[in-house]
């Protein structure tokens, strides 16, 4: 009853062609003249069939292999390709040299092996952190990228064009030094009630095998020389926090601990006493900022390379850039090579200095008006009346298989003309609501922070802390129970925010104090959400990511206070979704968290099977405006629809 009409035979089979990686795989041989396409079979079996049920990929063939019984040979099977996406544009191969670098980045970061010159970058799975990674590896080839660029002209055939016009950003090449003001994000931690302010971290964990320490040692000093935000240092005065860029590197930063002899029952505890040590390691007055210890766990069991960086000097994004170019510069040392790494971007001392001028611009000013409307109250239930300290912290997670997670980066935008942001916190929304009864949630958003504000400024290989936080009210219809039908309201409300979000903290901590105060008496959200983007497990040159079950021990010191009740964190790993909500023992049960989850994750399968609905195709908004018509205004809403 499952078989479509077009379908005159087939086999489903499970593959692992890439570690880690299982997929469901149907390979059809179709009637005569009648191929139906992989969204239209897909299509047809969600009508019928659970969604784990559903094969990720389709292998169209003129016969199944049989052995010599009569049976499917199963190991005769091809292996499915990285095919390019059904999309509305046929595809037209690449023509300049600029097209051909375009389209092999956008293989790359994407995981599709065509891409064609009309193809959109968000219907294929595009997002405004991928378009970072975009921008860092074109300039590679000599070809100069904006972000703002890449939303105006999201085809490789239209950004080939004015790639071609883009002058080069100028940015400081040596080593940079000296005082830096404070950012707004810098001003947010140092009003945190912390127990100390030098265990403040992000860390990561990675399988290695055969790294030679003493060529490790080297690497990560080629990575303090060039990212001037790794020698950071912040001195608290009579006038408050000052930081400033020290003209020393920290040399003395790799720990190497032989854990071969230590038993396998025991091994988790040793290593997270060593992970516990080196995340209470950093300094900010003195240094360093980045430490990193290597566990030699012995010939069948590898390595482990933890690096915690102090989360003054880096981010989510400074984390790829980081982890690449510690690989790159191993690579070279160990063939006896000195590091040779990118040209710098505009150094994080220039754009906080940007930062601080721009706090007083009318730009700035006229955001104010916004950020100013009344927010609701935004606090959530609670099963318990504790403390909310970093002590109670635990986490859930759900996850999408590799085949929702395919949809929801390509066919829901596809679809709904949105992108992923927008799905995500459109489920959110329905989620809250479903719990606290709401139909109005205030929700606290992150986002890379790196803006295209200034035009002679390029960041996308810059290292630094740049988030931008910033609430926002998302209203829901009364009554709304269809989070399709909601899709278009939150991603209009997501459109209205200016700059997508960075204003706010401009305003909020560097603005003038009559604006901070009324930005400062606001209701504070207890529902905190970060979308992180799309990460490869492999890192070349140097390793993978570790599994969620090796420790990394505790980033932030366990003594002080969380500053919301939930935090929701949003991530595509390979080829899998991940929801993960953090939240404290002492005010929630953990099944009430799971339930949140678990609402939001179905909320997501539900946009994700509205995109496979013929009625979707009605909501399709026409891609064929002419953006080149549409004056400032409406050019900057438009752009504000790819926030994150």
Not at 405 to 431: G, K
Not at 508 to 532: C, I, K, M, S, W
């Amino acid at each position: 009853p499952h078989i479509h009409p077009h379908i005159h035979t087939t086999t489903v089979t499970t593959r692992e062609d890439t570690p880690g990686n299982k997929q469901l795989v149907a390979y059809i041989v179709a009637t005569p003249g009648n191929t139906p396409t992989a969204h239209q079979l897909r299509t047809h079996l969600q009508r019928q069939l659970p969604d784990y049920m559903v094969p990720a990929l389709y292998v169209p063939l003129d016969r199944l292999p049989l052995t010599p019984n009569g049976k499917v040979d199963t190991k005769a099977l091809p292996a499915p390709g990285h095919d390019r996406p059904e999309l509305a544009t046929t595809y037209t191969a690449p023509r300049t040299d600029t097209e051909r670098t375009l389209a092999a980045i956008w293989s790359e970061i994407l995981g599709i092996d065509t891409i064609g010159i009309h193809d959109n970058f968000f219907e294929l799975g595009g997002d405004s952190i991928v378009s970072i990674q975009m921008i860092a590896r074109a300039k590679k080839f000599g070809v100069h990228l904006t972000p703002r660029l890449i939303f105006k002209n999201q085809t490789i055939a239209e950004i080939a064009v004015h790639a071609a016009a883009a002058a080069p950003v100028d940015a400081e090449q040596g080593r940079v030094a000296g005082e830096v003001p404070l950012t707004p994000i810098q001003h947010w931690f140092f009003e945190k009630d912390l127990p100390t302010f030098d265990h403040f971290n992000q860390a990561e964990l990675l399988v290695t095998d055969g790294l030679a320490p003493d060529v490790l040692r080297l690497a990560l000093a080629d990575l303090i020389e060039h990212h001037d935000a790794l020698r950071l240092r912040c001195v608290d005065g009579p006038d408050g926090w000052r930081q400033y860029l020290d003209e020393t590197a920290d040399t003395d930063i790799l720990d190497v601990h032989d854990l071969s002899g230590v038993p396998d029952e025991s091994l988790a505890a040793v290593s997270l006493d060593i992970a516990e040590e080196t995340q209470q390691s950093l300094g900010l007055a003195k240094g360093p900022l980045l430490r990193a210890a290597l566990l030699e766990l012995g010939p069948k069991r590898g390595q482990r390379l933890l690096t915690v960086v102090h989360h003054l000097a880096v981010d989510g994004v400074s984390w790829r850039i980081l982890l690449e170019d510690l690989g790159s510069c191993y690579e070279r040392r160990v063939a006896g090579l000195a590091p040779l790494l990118p040209a710098k971007t505009t150094s994080f001392r220039s754009w906080a200095q940007r930062l601080n001028g721009f706090a007083d611009s009318a730009q700035a000013r006229a955001e104010y008006a916004y950020w100013a409307e009344p927010k609701p109250a935004g606090r959530v239930p609670r099963d318990l009346d504790g403390r909310n300290d970093l002590g109670s912290s635990a986490s859930v997670m759900a996850e999408l298989g590799p085949e929702e997670t395919r949809a929801l980066l390509r066919d829901v935008p596809r679809a709904f003309s949105t992108q992923i942001n927008d799905a995500l916190l459109t489920a959110l929304a329905h989620a809250l609501r479903d719990w606290t009864g709401d139909d109005e949630i205030l929700v606290g958003l992150e986002g890379h922070g790196r803006e295209d504000l200034f035009p002679d400024v390029d960041l996308s290989r810059t290292v630094g802390w740049f988030t931008s936080v910033f609430p926002v009210a998302l209203r829901l219809a009364p009554g709304a129970t269809d989070p399709v039908a909601s899709l278009d309201s939150v991603r209009e409300q997501l459109a209205r925010i200016p700059n997508k979000g960075v204003g706010y903290g401009i305003l909020r901590h560097l603005g003038a104090p009559d604006v901070a105060a009324v930005l400062g008496r606001q209701p504070t959200p207890e529902v905190n959400f970060n979308y992180l983007g799309q990460f490869t497990r492999e890192l070349p040159g140097i390793g993978r990511y570790a599994g969620p079950g090796e420790s990394k021990g505790h980033s932030i010191s366990p003594d002080g206070m969380r500053w919301n009740v939930l935090d929701v964190t949003a991530a595509v790993e390979g080829d899998t979704f991940g929801l993960y909500i953090n939240y404290s023992t002492a005010l929630h049960e953990r099944r009430t968290v799971e339930r949140l989850a678990e609402g939001i994750v179905g909320h997501l399968r539900e946009l994700v099977a509205g995109s496979a609905d013929g009625a979707a195709d009605a909501r399709r908004e026409s891609p064929g405006v002419p953006l080149t018509d549409v004056g400032d205004a409406d050019m900057a809403a438009i752009l504000k629809r790819f926030s994150i």
